[in-house]
């Protein structure tokens, strides 16, 4: 499978932004996608995943209530819809996929346990 990853821009505090990520070649179906972000200098943090069969989504702390993951099966795509954005939501957002096994289910949040990644798509929030 194939990512690629949309959505993102300049904001303000307060303001929503949604994230797209298309999926194309194999099956979109038998994999499990996460949002992860990167700030300057840091490593890749977890955001939020979602279990495509079945829909369980998962979120890091910093963000549950003000985001969610869906997932459109007729149109292959993960979104992230992200409301009430903060400054430290700053930073680069990538998608990510990995098949589905228990592994992807329990280690949701752990980014070098995805297979393949999309490139990143810059989201900036001002004060």
């Known amino acids: 499978v194939q990512l690629q990853a949309s959505g993102g821009g300049l904001v303000q505090a307060g303001d929503s932004l949604r994230l797209s990520c298309a999926a194309s070649?194999?099956?979109?179906?038998?994999?499990?996608y996460g949002w992860f972000r990167q700030t300057s200098g840091q490593g890749r943090d977890f955001v939020a995943a979602?279990?495509?069969?079945?829909?369980?989504?998962h979120y890091a702390n910093s963000v549950k209530g003000r985001f969610t993951i869906t997932a459109d099966n007729a149109k292959n795509t993960v979104y992230l819809q992200m409301n009430s954005l903060k400054p430290e939501d700053t930073g680069v957002y990538y998608c990510?996929?990995?098949?589905?096994?228990?592994?992807?289910?329990?280690?949701?949040?752990?980014?070098?346990?995805?297979?393949?990644w999309g490139q990143g798509t810059q989201v900036t929030v001002s004060s």
């Open positions: 990510a996929a990995r098949l589905d096994t228990l592994d992807s289910r329990i280690y949701y949040f752990r980014g070098d346990t995805y297979d393949v």
């Open positions: 979602i279990i495509w069969r079945g829909g369980r989504t």
């Open positions: 070649g194999r099956a979109s179906t038998t994999y499990n």
